[in-house]
Antibody, heavy 118, light 107 residues
């Protein structure tokens, strides 16, 4: 059974940093691109970042480029998102999602809440 | 960036009724359009991929069609568990984008 479990969400001050993690199980992790998607409270969904299976290609939304870094450890089946220079508008639930071999998001984690506030 | 516009924003229907949801793209996304269902407090769940293919375990009352810029999700007869928010998402171009969602609520 595919499982994705996010962790690391917290309350952080503007300008601060936070590192999110996603632990994956139930599939061959290195075969799949992985993605972070966020959802602001009461609002819709926003794609944040995607990393290829080998970790050699990364993609970012303009809103986070230069501030967030996606990475993965295929030996530990974990996906990370390092978030720096956090802003109030980064407040959201962050979901980890698997990108299927045909590129659609077929499995999602339950999400972790990041709150940026002083 | 491809903008996805979903309509209506809210659909008020009764159980047993037919729901028709629209997603329009600002430029062609060919058939690289997926639909997700989200219930309160839950993660999105894949319903439809590739514009018209039901994901594993999705009931046959859910169907979808379209290509290019105009897409439709249809729920033939609403069950109580279908009242939720539905999002379309395109994966034809970076950045990947989502529509603003359609809330299907009980009338």
């Amino acid at each position: 059974e595919v499982q994705l479990l996010e962790s690391g969400g917290d309350l952080v001050q503007p300008g601060g940093s936070l590192r999110l993690s996603c632990a994956a199980s139930g599939f061959t992790f290195s075969n799949y691109h992985m993605t972070w998607v966020r959802q602001t409270p009461g609002k819709g969904l926003e794609w944040v970042s995607t990393i290829s299976g080998g970790g050699d290609s990364t993609f970012y939304a303009e809103s986070v480029k230069g501030r967030f870094t996606i990475s993965r450890d295929n030996s530990k089946n974990t996906l990370d998102l390092q978030m720096n220079s956090l802003r109030a508008e980064d407040t959201a639930i962050f979901y980890c999602a698997r990108r299927s071999l045909n590129w659609y998001f077929d499995f999602w984690g339950r999400g972790t809440l990041v709150t940026v506030s002083s | 960036e491809i903008v996805l516009t979903q309509s209506p924003a809210t659909l008020s229907l009764s159980p047993g009724e037919r729901a028709t949801l629209s997603c329009r793209a600002s430029d062609s996304v060919t058939s690289h359009l997926d639909w997700f269902q989200q219930k309160p407090g839950q993660a999105p769940r894949l319903l439809i991929y590739g514009a018209s293919n039901r994901a594993t375990g999705i009931p046959a009352r859910f169907s979808a069609s379209g290509s290019g810029t105009d897409f439709t999700l249809t729920i033939s007869s609403l069950e109580p568990e279908d009242f939720a928010v539905y999002y379309c998402q395109q994966r034809n171009n970076w950045p990947l984008t989502f529509g603003g969602g359609t809330k299907v609520e009980i009338k």
